[in-house]
């Protein structure tokens, strides 16, 4: 049964970086595709960025394009999601989803927990 677990949130300056981790566990990843996504509190949760399955396709929130980047690592069973040039409104908990299939259309169907990140000076 596959699990995620996200982890690499923190505090960071305007303009910083982070990285954040997307952890499989119980599955493999190699044949779903992997969307990341954040909440804002007292907001409904929105997409941040999609990778399918096969790395074809990686799509991106217009909020983001520039400035974030998604990659995969199948040997290591973890998608990333590169971060920079951090604003102040990019503070919110992030999470990642596996869809049901290889498509970044596909519907999500395993979340992980979430990790903070939050951008202050």
């Known amino acids: 049964q596959l699990q995620l677990v996200e982890s690499g949130g923190g505090l960071v300056q305007p303009g910083g970086s982070l990285r954040l981790s997307c952890a499989a566990s119980g599955s493999t990843l190699d044949y779903v595709a992997i969307g990341w996504f954040r909440q804002i509190p007292g907001k409904e949760r929105e997409g941040v960025a999609c990778i399918s399955a096969d790395s074809g396709k990686i799509t991106y929130a217009e909020f983001v394009k520039g400035r974030f980047m998604v990659s995969r690592d199948n040997a290591k069973n973890t998608v990333y999601l590169q971060m920079n040039k951090l604003e102040v409104d990019d503070t919110a908990v992030y999470y990642c989803?596996?869809?049901?299939?290889?498509?970044?259309?596909?519907?999500?169907?395993?979340w992980g927990q979430g990790t903070q990140v939050t951008v202050s000076s």
């Open positions: 989803g596996a869809g049901r299939g290889g498509k970044c259309s596909d519907t999500v169907n395993v």
